[in-house]
């Protein structure tokens, strides 16, 4: 399963717009980009998923470039209640991984008043 | 229930005492999972269920991790003569079909002194 890479962490503050990247060089034909959220305390939350250009729904909007190396989540005009730990996931094909998620580290955003 | 449901919330075990793990996944749900989050990382896989049927149990640590799902909607894990390095977040996730969103529950946090 392709590898992915994203910042550690990140900060902003109320009302801008954030915009999280993730490296996945290796991603499979088939697979899609998934992200969740995580607040503290929580279980991992789905947020959106794509397989290329760009979906949005109430959210958040997802984008991926035609090579599909990369992909950027967006949030709009954040709040503080967006502080959270935010996870790019590829996600396999059926019947190869059975639904089975890889998640890494994160990106913990800290969203400052 | 409106969600996945785990309890207990909190368990503290001391070592080499046997722990159970229980989760109750949304009605009518065919796949359930169940993964762990040490401190400062993402959830990792452990196991998935389709239906009563263990279907992936590759990421069970040791043989003193053990699941079961008798009849196809509860979950139990069950950790025997637990360690400290057995302390984490325990994730308990389910989903419509094995390919579908997976949503998670809250978690059972367990701490081994």
């Known amino acids: 399963l392709a590898k992915t890479t994203q910042p550690i962490s990140m900060d902003s503050y109320e009302g801008q717009e954030v915009n999280i990247t993730c490296s996945h060089n290796?991603?499979?034909?088939?697979?899609?980009i998934t992200w969740y959220q995580q607040f503290p305390s929580q279980g991992p939350r789905f947020i959106i998923q794509?397989?290329?250009t760009k979906v949005t729904n109430e959210v958040a909007s997802l984008f991926i470039p035609a090579d599909r190396k990369s992909s950027t989540l967006s949030l709009p005009r954040v709040s503080l209640s967006d502080t959270a730990v935010y996870y790019c996931?590829?996600?396999?094909?059926?019947?190869?991984?059975?639904?089975?998620?890889?998640f890494g580290r994160g990106t913990q955003l800290t969203v400052w008043p | 229930g409106a969600g996945v449901s785990q309890s207990p919330r909190y368990k503290v075990a001391k070592r080499g005492q046997d722990v159970a793990l229980r989760c109750d996944p949304i009605?009518?749900?065919?796949?359930l999972f169940w993964y762990q989050q040490a401190l400062g990382q993402g959830p990792e896989f452990l196991t998935y269920?389709?239906?009563?049927?263990?279907?992936?149990k590759s990421g069970l640590p040791s043989d003193r991790f053990f699941a079961e799902r008798p009849e196809g909607s509860v979950s139990t894990l069950k950790i025997q003569r637990t360690q400290q390095e057995d302390s984490a977040v325990y994730l308990c996730?389910?989903?419509?079909?094995?390919?579908?969103?997976?949503?998670f529950g809250q978690g059972t946090r367990l701490t081994v002194v």
């Open positions: 009605s009518g749900h065919v796949s």
């Open positions: 996730a389910s989903s419509p079909l094995v390919d579908t969103e997976a949503f």
């Open positions: 996931l590829p996600k396999g094909s059926r019947g190869s991984t059975l639904g089975r998620l890889y």
């Open positions: 290796n991603i499979a034909t088939n697979d899609y």
């Open positions: 269920f389709q239906n009563e049927a263990q279907l992936d």
């Open positions: 794509g397989y290329k």
